[in-house]
């Protein structure tokens, strides 16, 4: 069974930086693509950033430049490095692992509030 925890978020002042992070158990992770997603509130899961395993990577254009989607396949782990934060960067952010057939398996969600 594949398992996704994740961890980072909190909350951040405009222009601050947060890392989330997570850990994938059960799964094949280096064939799968990684991805992370951001649900306003009152909004739908919409993509930020996924990363396939060939480590190309793809971006909301609202994140570009801002935000960094990487991986570390041997600890099975996928990061999103988020800098020059804004307040409409708020939402929960999910994590999850594409297997390219439609079939998606999403961590438990984390907070991310940029506030001043």
């Known amino acids: 069974q594949v398992n996704i925890v994740q961890s980072g978020g909190g909350m951040v002042q405009p222009g601050g930086s947060l890392r989330l992070s997570c850990v994938v158990s059960g799964s094949l992770f280096s064939i799968y693509t990684m991805a992370w997603y951001r649900q306003a509130p009152g909004k739908q899961r919409d993509l930020v950033a996924d990363i396939n395993s060939a480590d190309t990577t793809n971006y909301a254009d609202s994140v570009k430049g801002r935000f960094t989607i990487s991986r570390d396949t041997a600890k099975k782990t996928a990061y999103l490095q988020m800098s020059s934060l804004k307040p409409e960067d708020t939402g929960v952010y999910y994590c999850?692992?594409?297997?390219?057939?439609?079939?998606?398996?999403w961590g438990q969600g984390t907070q991310v509030t940029v506030s001043s």
């Open positions: 999850a692992q594409r297997d390219g057939l439609g079939g998606v398996i």
